[in-house]
């Protein structure tokens, strides 16, 4: 939380994401978002995955994703075995840009801390 990963609206991001352990299989999953391409194993010369919300990534695995961001607002990543993020297992992307009411509005009348 105090040094979330920047981007804004337009752009792609690509995210690496690894399982250090010896033990923990991980969901990579990032609120809010449908990865656009996944890397599976973290390779680049093998078919990409498209369309997908949540990545299983095995224990010294490794994944990249690609989504292009369209809205603004704070993207948590996680592992969706969310009692992990109790222990910190959690990020934030900070995205700036023009609101797109298109793909997301929020609620009138929710808290400003609702939506992203």
């Known amino acids: 939380r105090d040094n979330p990963l920047q981007a804004e609206v ?6 690496f994401f ?12 990032v609120i809010g978002e449908i990865f656009d391409e996944i890397y599976p194993f973290g390779s680049f010369t ?3 995955i ?4 949540t990545v299983t990534v095995a ?8 989504f292009a961001l369209e809205v603004p ?8 075995a969310l009692s992990r ?10 995205v700036e840009g023009p609101d797109n009411p298109e793909i997301f509005e929020p609620l009138n009348g929710v808290s400003e801390d609702a939506g992203h």
Request: glycine share 18%; aromatic share 4%; no cysteine.
């Open 18 to 29: 690894g399982v250090g352990g010896p033990n923990k299989t991980s969901s990579f999953h």
């Open 50 to 53: 498209s369309d997908v919300q």
């Open 10 to 15: 337009g752009e792609t991001v690509r995210i």
């Open 46 to 48: 093998s078919d990409t």
């Open 73 to 80: 607002g704070d993207y948590i990543l996680v592992d969706h």
């Open 85 to 94: 993020v109790e222990r910190g297992l959690a990020g934030i992307l900070h």
């Open 59 to 66: 224990p010294g695995g490794a994944v990249a994703v690609d």
